[in-house]
């Protein structure tokens, strides 16, 4: 009997057992850690393990600030501040505090400020305006340039009483520091200048225009400069001069007046009008008599400058051409009047000559 062994062979299945879910360890970073106010931080969640939520405490207060993961902080008061992260998972949670990790400090002051006016005559009263920047608790002026303290008010008015460049220093302190800010040469006080003033009689008319112009500057004066013509050259150095005015125009007249404080001027724009005259009308023809149909040619001999012509050729009141010399039928026999009429810059003028044309029929 042969003798058979079954052999069996078991597959055993391994089953790896359940996953085990890992304990978070809460860690974190900050960038920056420090600087002015408003600072704006930017935490990076460092944790490790199965995190699902995250809880912040950007300011040591125990109250929770956000629940991002990754969240974006702005600091808008000066103080060292301790940060907490409170990691959570499945298994449990875990908690990191740095202590006393940002820090963030008042910003310097920013001296700055304004004048008003910053040059003038003496005495010259100015006027100082602080613009300076920060939570500035206190203000120290130099007004004059001799490092000695002038005031300590926020916006001082000075006057000074004596001709010189001055420069003016403004030290200003806040919670953070102190800054200054010096402009140099920045107030010109000057003596006062002579006061320019003057007239002219005529101010308007016809071309050739001669002008008077009569002085009447005030102060210390040791000179004039007259300007007529706006070409930057000086015409007159006279008190009181006389200029004739050759050209049509609009004239903008300068008087410049000097003396030992400087000099003044005044300018009078479009101060002296001058036109051209009115044109005097005239005319002649080539005849001025014949047998109908009568052809006459008219010529405008009028003086001056004209722009315009109207002619009434046949005595009616109507306008006959626009033309400067017309010629013109007279169809039927009389005795015609005609006017011309002259426009030009100056003005108009009319030159009417009564029965001029005398027309008759022509034999039989």
């Known amino acids: 009997m042969t003798a058979s062994i079954i052999t069996w062979l078991a597959w055993v299945l391994l089953v790896p057992p ?3 879910a890992v304990v978070p360890a809460a860690d974190f970073t900050a960038t920056p850690q420090s600087g002015v106010v408003p600072l704006q931080v930017q935490f990076t969640d460092l944790s490790t393990g199965d995190v699902t939520s995250w809880s912040w405490d950007f300011n040591g207060d125990s109250v929770e600030d956000s629940v991002d993961q990754h969240p974006l902080v702005t600091y808008s008061a000066p103080g060292t501040y301790s940060v907490t992260l409170t990691a959570t998972g499945p298994d449990g949670a875990d908690s990191l505090t740095k202590a006393d990790l940002i820090v963030v400090d008042q910003p310097l002051p920013l001296a700055d400020f304004a004048a008003t006016p910053l040059s003038g005559v003496a005495p010259l009263p100015v006027q100082f305006t602080d613009q300076s920047t920060g939570d500035v608790t206190s ?20 006057t000074y009483a004596t001709p010189g460049t001055y420069s003016v220093t403004l030290t200003v302190t806040d919670p953070g520091g102190t800054s200054s800010k010096t402009e140099t040469d920045l107030i010109v006080v000057t003596y006062p200048p002579p006061v320019a003033q003057f007239i002219a009689d005529p ?11 009569t002085n009447e500057s005030l102060g ?46 005044e300018v009078k724009t479009d101060y002296i009008t001058v036109t051209e005259p009115a044109p005097v009308a005239g005319f002649v023809s080539d005849v001025t008599s014949g047998f109908a149909p009568l052809l006459v040619t008219f010529m405008d001999t009028s003086d001056g400058v004209r722009t315009q012509w109207s002619w009434d ?20 026999a ?31």
Do not use: C, M
Request: proline share 8%; no cysteine.
């Open 334 to 364: 009389g005795t015609y009047t005609v006017s011309l009429t002259v426009t030009g810059p100056g003005g108009s003028d009319t030159a009417t000559v009564v029965d001029y044309v005398t027309v008759t029929d022509p034999p039989p």
């Open 203 to 213: 101010s308007e008319g016809t071309k050739p225009l001669t002008v008077s112009f």
């Open 139 to 158: 203000w120290s002026w130099d007004l004059d340039g001799d490092s000695i303290q002038d005031s300590t008010v926020q916006h001082p008015s000075f």
């Open 220 to 265: 210390e004066i040791t000179g004039y400069a007259w300007h007529f013509d706006a070409d930057g050259i000086p015409d007159s150095f006279a008190d009181n001069p006389v200029h004739t005015f050759a050209d049509s125009g609009t004239y903008t007249v300068r008087l410049v007046a000097t003396g030992p404080g400087g000099e003044d001027e």
């Open 313 to 332: 050729l046949d005595g009616d009141g109507q306008p006959d051409s626009d033309l400067q010399n017309p010629a013109f039928t007279y169809v039927a």
């Open 18 to 20: 359940a996953a085990q």
